[in-house]
């Protein structure tokens, strides 16, 4: 059960961190989205965060998402939803309808059903390449040196537009190494969204410069056990 007071407490404590970590990085405040990671949360828990003014929102599920967000966008429909955690393929059609801001694109196949799926629906969602900072087996998303030429291929042979680009560290690494990785590839392709940090690195990922910053359980409370487990993404 989420205690709406709780909610709206949390939010307001991670807004104030997070305007305090742009100011100490002498940073607008108002450069840095957060997304407050509403994966396994409940209408009911999402609710509070509305009524707090809070519109950008996370999700890790298409299938979750479909099943929450068009109620919710009824009474709000100014809110704009990123999906945040792995895309399959044949999922390209519906994430392209629900999402806002994708951010896993990390391979031919997905640059391809969104490519085809953004020309037939002409809904264009603002697209960020997952990049594996620590070239994990385990873990999405492209490697560094890999990056010129998957984007070169998203642009040149799928036509689409990339905005930015998203990580997320290894669990035991100091995470400002690959904030500070990212960011500099980014620069380099003059990618304008750097989409890093999460609820325990959120002001690190701010000092390097991120754009966006994915806090779930910050603001939200902390997910059940086989939850946490699944992913790392808020």
């Given at each position: 059960?989420?205690?709406?007071?709780?909610?709206?407490?949390?939010?307001?404590?991670?807004?104030?961190?997070?305007?305090?970590?742009?100011?100490?990085?002498?940073?607008?405040?108002?450069?840095?989205?957060?997304?407050?990671?509403?994966?396994?949360?409940?209408?009911?828990?999402?609710?509070?965060a509305?009524?707090?003014?809070?519109?950008?929102?996370?999700?890790?599920?298409?299938?979750?998402?479909?099943?929450?967000?068009?109620?919710?966008?009824?009474?709000?429909?100014?809110?704009?939803?990123?999906?945040?955690?792995?895309?399959?393929?044949?999922?390209?059609?519906?994430?392209?309808?629900?999402?806002?801001?994708?951010?896993?694109?990390?391979?031919?196949?997905?640059?391809?059903?969104?490519?085809?799926?953004?020309?037939?629906?002409?809904?264009?969602?603002?697209?960020?390449?997952?990049?594996?900072?620590?070239?994990?087996?385990?873990?999405?998303?492209?490697?560094?040196?890999?990056?010129?030429?998957?984007?070169?291929?998203?642009?040149?042979?799928?036509?689409l537009?990339?905005?930015?680009?998203?990580?997320?560290?290894?669990?035991?690494?100091p995470?400002?190494?690959?904030?500070?990785?990212?960011?500099?590839?980014?620069?380099?392709?003059?990618l304008?969204?750097?989409?890093?940090?999460?609820?325990?690195?959120?002001p690190?990922?701010?000092?390097?410069?991120?754009?966006?910053?994915?806090?779930g359980?910050a603001?939200?409370?902390?997910?059940?056990?086989?939850?946490?487990?699944?992913?790392?993404?808020?």
């Open positions: 059960m989420i205690d709406p007071q709780t909610v709206t407490s949390n939010l307001a404590e991670v807004r104030s961190a997070i305007a305090r970590a742009a100011e100490d990085s002498e940073r607008d405040p108002a450069g840095v989205a957060l997304i407050a990671v509403s994966k396994t949360v409940p209408p009911e828990g999402i609710q509070p509305l009524e707090s003014g809070q519109r950008c929102f996370g999700e890790n599920y298409v299938q979750e998402a479909k099943a929450k967000w068009p109620a919710l966008r009824e009474s709000c429909p100014d809110v704009e939803l990123h999906l945040i955690g792995p895309l399959q393929s044949n999922k390209a059609r519906e994430a392209v309808e629900l999402f806002d801001v994708i951010h896993t694109l990390d391979r031919t196949s997905l640059a391809a059903a969104l490519g085809k799926e953004i020309r037939r629906s002409g809904r264009h969602p603002r697209l960020l390449v997952q990049v594996n900072t620590g070239e994990e087996p385990q873990k999405g998303g492209v490697a560094p040196g890999a990056v010129e030429a998957f984007l070169a291929e998203c642009r040149d042979v799928h036509g537009t990339v905005s930015g680009l998203m990580c997320i560290p290894p669990a035991e690494d995470p400002s190494a690959h904030f500070g990785l990212l960011a500099a590839i980014a620069r380099r392709h003059a304008p969204l750097l989409s890093m940090g999460m609820s325990a690195d959120y690190a990922a701010i000092q390097m410069g991120a754009t966006h910053v994915r806090v359980s603001i939200f409370g902390a997910r059940q056990p086989k939850d946490a487990a699944e992913d790392e993404k808020g």
